[in-house]
Nanobody, 112 residues
Framework: QVHLVESGGGLVQAGGSLRLSCVASGRTFRLAWFREERRFVAAINWSGGSTTYGDAVKGRFTISRDGAKNMVYLQMNSLKPEDTAVYYC????????????WGQGTQVTVSS
């Protein structure tokens, strides 16, 4: 039904930047990014006016949303080797529901 597709992962040097993108094929509400093993990275509400970040990425990553394009982004700056992981886009199909929509994941590798 609703599909999420991530892109933008790759290999970068420590201190570099990457921008992840996720497009949703259907209506979504709160959107979030997680990384293996289901560790919370960032979330944004439907309007883009409220954001939340995990402690490990606060000050370095920025989540944003483009409602017109039905997309969510994760700008990752000052990347560290510890950021290496598979990153997943997740969404809620209902405003009060769980994160029940998940993408396939995109690999981010940060070399020292």
């Amino acid at each position: 039904q609703v599909h999420l597709v991530e892109s933008g992962g790759g290999l970068v040097q420590a201190g570099g930047s990457l921008r992840l993108s996720c497009v949703a094929s259907g209506r979504t509400f709160r959107l979030a990014w997680f990384r293996e093993e289901r560790r919370f990275v960032a979330a944004i509400n439907w309007s883009g006016g409220s954001t939340t970040y995990g402690d490990a990425v606060k000050g370095r990553f920025t989540i944003s949303r483009d409602g017109a394009k039905n997309m969510v982004y994760l700008q990752m700056n000052s990347l560290k080797p510890e950021d290496t992981a598979v990153y997943y886009c997740a969404a809620k199909s209902a405003p009060a529901g769980p994160y029940d929509l998940w993408g396939q994941g995109t690999q981010v590798t940060v070399s020292s």
